[in-house]
């Protein structure tokens, strides 16, 4: 018995959320009494030792080139042998768009039941709960897992990780790898923003901004804050603003410690995305937004005079 | 060219979150149903494109449902779509409804399978892959694109922090998601020829539940916003540093 984390790459470096699956992997192992061990697929240049760092204490690697590219159908086959031979009965992966095509696979493939989304530690003390958010962030549901084998998909940014020291053993598994039906034409990744799920601070901007010409307030702020871009629907329909920065309830769910909403009035729809950020700010000259009831700081102003102000200010603390 | 769309019933994106029986189950009352968003907007219009670019193409669309899900089925039959298939069972574990959906699916012999990425009220994003493992077919998953060329699928789906293009052979499963079509509002002509489409129902097969809900509870509120006087936006970046300490 053990529990086994799949750690996601993306050109030869592991997945932020990933370390924090891992690290959520360990504290379930250490709750039932038992190892964490990982799982990493393709040519990965990072140190794996150190996941031990995580908790981790054994990673289970298959190099081959071919597993580069993700194929949901070749991961199942090689992850289940990985489960097979390691005997593992908790398997958790990130519930970003890998875990999301293979966890449910396996759920399968290993008849293991599957809570996604998950955003705490299970309760294994009678059974095997797991609470996870429903109906888009606006509420949560425990599930209990019915299965000897079970599997958890963490969604990123929700799991408090702690590290500590340690060095895991690292092992080549030989596997056997079938070839990918679905072929990998071409791979258009944006160069130097930080992506939108794995962002700890998040600059938003909707309606109330104008304009797309005027969005250098909002990636003016992130790009000082190290933070990832985002807006709301009407934006993204009206093409101001590309589809993949668009959250709310038919777009992106997010989780950062900091979500800063510029010129967004805060429709249900909207705050069902966003509202499991740590801290929530708003700008807006409406009083009567609906945000500012959801929000921890807000100011009631013209984000056009506000928001020079307010980069002039992080430009200080940052010593920029 | 055989397409089946799969359609689920959610509460409408404005309903009242709340919880009846001891918190164990969604509170129904008086909450209006739609079409789950990722499974009619864009999975059920661009096969509905499909269909439109190649008439010969069969489009069936199937809902694992009570009957309380014919209103949005014929709903969605209005949009388009040859005939549609309810399973009628109220079972929400996501391997048993996968189970139902990937029977009708075999006995269909669909070239492709569409799903929604997620329902908008479990959000488990597992019936597309449960699907395609059941089926051993080849899934993608979140596009945001899907054209056929020369019998095969080219499909751009989103990756962390990016879009990647993908070729594969049908059958196969594809999960979508925004992007994939623009929203549509069936027509009148829709509508009357809806109510003429035929509306298969089965009972479900023998499959197993993995999973069940044991409890439902709603985010605490929050503590009340903290307002800054817009003539000193500053104060704001000083509480977000100091005492918040998030930047």
């Known amino acids: 018995m053990s529990v086994l984390v799949f750690l996601d790459q993306a050109d030869g470096h592991i997945k932020k959320s990933s370390f924090e699956a891992a690290n959520y992997a360990a504290k379930i192992a250490e709750q039932l009494g038992t190892v964490a061990e990982a799982v990493v697929l393709g040519s990965v240049s990072d140190d794996l030792a150190a996941t031990g760092n995580y908790g981790i204490k054994k990673v289970h690697t298959v190099s081959d080139a071919s597993l580069n590219k993700m194929d949901a159908q070749v991961y199942t086959k090689v992850i289940a042998q990985v489960v097979e031979a390691t005997g593992a ?34 309760d294994t003390r009678n059974g095997f709960t797991v609470k996870k958010t429903v109906f888009s962030g606006k509420a949560f549901a425990t599930i209990s897992i019915n299965t000897g084998k079970k599997i958890v998909a963490l969604n990123p940014n929700s799991f408090n990780v702690t590290t500590g020291a340690g060095t895991a053993e690292v092992v080549a598994f030989a596997a056997t790898i ?60 009206i093409h101001w603003r590309p589809h993949h920065e668009h959250v709310g309830q038919t777009g992106l769910a997010i989780a950062p410690n900091l979500y800063i909403a510029i010129g967004i009035s805060g429709a249900i729809q909207h705050l069902a995305g966003v509202n499991r950020s740590k801290t929530i700010v708003v700008i807006n000259k409406d009083p009567e937004a609906p945000f500012f009831k959801a929000a921890d700081y807000g100011i009631v102003g013209d984000a056009f005079e506000v928001m020079p102000k307010i980069i002039d200010a992080v430009k200080k603390i940052k010593g920029a | ?36 968003p990722y499974d009619e907007w864009y999975a059920l219009v661009r096969a509905i494109e499909l269909k439109e670019a190649d008439p010969s193409t069969v489009l069936h669309l199937v809902n694992v449902g009570t009957a309380d899900s014919e209103p949005i089925i014929r709903k969605a039959l209005a949009l388009g779509g ?38 908008i009220d479990y959000n488990g994003s597992s019936i597309g892959g449960m699907v395609a493992e059941l089926l051993d077919l080849p899934y993608v998953s979140h596009a945001i694109k899907f054209d056929l060329e020369a019998g095969k ?49 089965t009972e479900p097969v023998a499959a197993d539940s993995l999973t069940s809900v044991v409890t439902f509870d709603l985010p605490p509120a929050k503590a009340g916003v903290k307002l800054v006087s817009a003539d000193q936006p500053e104060e704001l970046v000083r509480l977000l540093h100091e005492e918040a300490r998030v930047i």
């Open chain 2, 1 to 36: 060219m055989k397409i089946l769309v799969c359609i689920s019933k959610t509460p409408d994106t404005t309903a009242k979150i709340a919880f009846a029986d001891n918190n164990t189950k969604f509170a129904a009352d008086g909450v209006q149903w739609i079409i789950n």
């Open chain 2, 153 to 201: 699928a080219v499909v751009v789906r989103e990756i962390e922090g990016g879009e990647e293009t993908d070729k594969v052979a049908l059958p196969a499963v594809v999960s979508c998601q925004k992007g994939m079509a623009e929203q549509r509002i069936p027509n009148m002509k829709g509508i009357m020829s809806a109510r003429t489409k035929p509306l298969k129902v």
């Open chain 2, 82 to 119: 040859d005939e549609a298939i309810r399973v009628n069972s109220d079972n929400s574990d996501s391997y048993n409804i996968a189970s139902q959906i990937a029977a009708i699916a075999k006995e269909g012999n669909y070239d492709l399978v569409f799903t929604g990425k997620e329902t």
């Open chain 1, 178 to 237: 079938d070839a990918a039906k679905v072929e990998v034409v071409s791979v258009n990744k944006v160069v130097g923003e930080v992506p939108l799920s794995e962002a700890e601070i998040v600059v938003s901007g909707g309606r109330g901004l104008k304009g797309p010409e005027n969005w250098g307030l909002v990636t003016d702020l992130a790009k000082l804050l190290g933070a990832a871009t985002a807006c709301s629907r009407p934006v993204a329909d």
């Open chain 1, 89 to 122: 009965d908790v398997l958790v992966f990130s519930n970003n768009t890998t875990g999301k095509a293979i966890a449910p696979r396996l759920s399968v493939k290993l008849k293991a039941g599957l809570v996604s989304g998950a955003v705490a530690l299970p």
